[in-house]
Structure formats: structure tokens, C-alpha cells
């Protein structure tokens, strides 16, 4: 059983089957707000529910991106370079080539307060300050949606804009997982004056350990001038 503590200086007192209530699911469609968000993070699911509801026609990619992405954040992985670290967090740049890092942490909160904090939209540019607006395009099932994000032009370079993919699983031994990609998006053209950039695969990985959450994230993209 994975644990979702109130205080986690104490022994776990809820479980996820306690705190995801599926009750309180309602049915989504287009327009996803921060209400589903409530809903869908109180949801009564075991890990293999997680993986069962993604859509047949993401499952393929999201699967081989959620084993990816924890292949390149074992701790034993050799694949990164330290950039830094500084105030208990540590930067790494994966050394294969490609724009793609990482950041993991250890933070005084428990998994299900920063999960919620991480999937709440209108949070979204208090914590990336570069980011200019984003949202809910359609949620498409329990922990999968289409989502917008906009940041910020960095002279002399144009804005950037991308639609993703976003699931969120828990798997079997506790952990909280949320994995995003690109896609295309008919109906979601490019933004004026942005540049449509490309994310191959970004997300979070939460773990449960002595004193809070270790949170690690990472992100690999294709940005054009």
C-alpha cells in the first residue's frame, strides 16, 4: 500500500485508496477547469486503473515514455551531468546529446499537496515565471488531457507555444507519477508572434521518503529560433 501523509514527520495516516475518492468524479469533456483537477485527484484508483484508462490512442507513447523517464531518473542511472547544486536541489544535463534536464529535490510536503499544487492550472505561472498563460484544452479521461502552454519572449527570440499530452499515474510501489508530451492539434494553431516549440517528454516523478517528498523533474525539448 503507498502512503499520502498529512504530516511526514509522523507514520502514513492516509492511504491513497482513502484519499482518492471516486465519488466525487464528474463526468469531463471540453474546457477542463481546475474543478476537474479536484475531482481528478481524489480518485479512488489502484496503478493498474491509471494505466488502463489512458486512451488506446496514446497508450503506446505514453507507456514508452513513462518507462523512459523512469529509466533516466533511477538514482544509479549514469547517463547525467551535475550542472550544479545549490539550497538542496541538484541540476543535471542528460550527456547523450539533445536539450534535455533535470532537477530533483527533497521538499517538506507531502505527495499529495505538491501533486495538487503541480496539476492546479491558474498555479501554473507562479511556478514557472516565464510562463505566460496556459490551459485545459479537453480532459479525455481520468489523468489524461490536452493542455496549452504559452511563456514568455527571451530576446531576440520569439515566444514559444506547445500542446501536450499530460497523464498522471501512480505506480505499483507508491510513487506519483505525471508524464507530458507534444502533439498536434488541429484546432490549437500556433499563437501570434510564437514559435511552436516541441516537448519529447517532460514530467515528474514524486517519492514518498523521510522528511517530505523528493521530487524530480525533467524536461527534454526541441525549441526553434
Known amino acids: 500500500m503507498a502512503y499520502i501523509c498529512d504530516d511526514t514527520r509522523d507514520k502514513p495516516t492516509h492511504s491513497v485508496d482513502t484519499i482518492f475518492d471516486t465519488n ?25 486503473d491509471t494505466v488502463s484508462l489512458i486512451p488506446t490512442d496514446y497508450k503506446q507513447r505514453t507507456n514508452d515514455a513513462a518507462n523512459n523517464m523512469i529509466r533516466l531518473q533511477a538514482t544509479d542511472c549514469p547517463n547525467w551531468d551535475v550542472l550544479y547544486e545549490k539550497d538542496g536541489v541538484k541540476a543535471s544535463k542528460l550527456n547523450s546529446g539533445g536539450i534535455c534536464v533535470k532537477g530533483e529535490g527533497i521538499l517538506p510536503f507531502a505527495i499529495y499537496d505538491i ?31 490536452h493542455e496549452y502552454f504559452r511563456w514568455k519572449a527571451v530576446w531576440p527570440t520569439a515566444a514559444r507555444d506547445m500542446t501536450n499530452y499530460s497523464h498522471w499515474r501512480l505506480l505499483p510501489d507508491g510513487r506519483v507519477m505525471i508524464v507530458s508530451y507534444s502533439i498536434v492539434l488541429p484546432e490549437v494553431p500556433e499563437g501570434d508572434g510564437c514559435v511552436r516549440a516541441q516537448c519529447m517528454v517532460g514530467g515528474y516523478i514524486f517519492e514518498q521518503v523521510p522528511g517530505g517528498t523528493l521530487v524530480r523533474y525533467m524536461v527534454e525539448v526541441s525549441v526553434y529560433v
Do not use: Y
Not at 501533486?115 to 489523468?143: P, S, W, Y
Open 24 to 48: 466525487s468524479v464528474e463526468e469531463k469533456g471540453k474546457g477542463g477547469t481546475d474543478a476537474e483537477v479536484d475531482a481528478d485527484t481524489k480518485a479512488n484508483v489502484r496503478a493498474t
Open 115 to 145: 501533486f495538487r499544487l503541480v496539476c492546479t492550472t491558474t498555479r501554473m505561472t507562479e511556478l514557472d515565471t516565464q510562463m505566460d498563460r496556459n490551459h485545459k484544452i479537453e480532459t479525455l479521461a481520468l489523468g489524461s488531457s
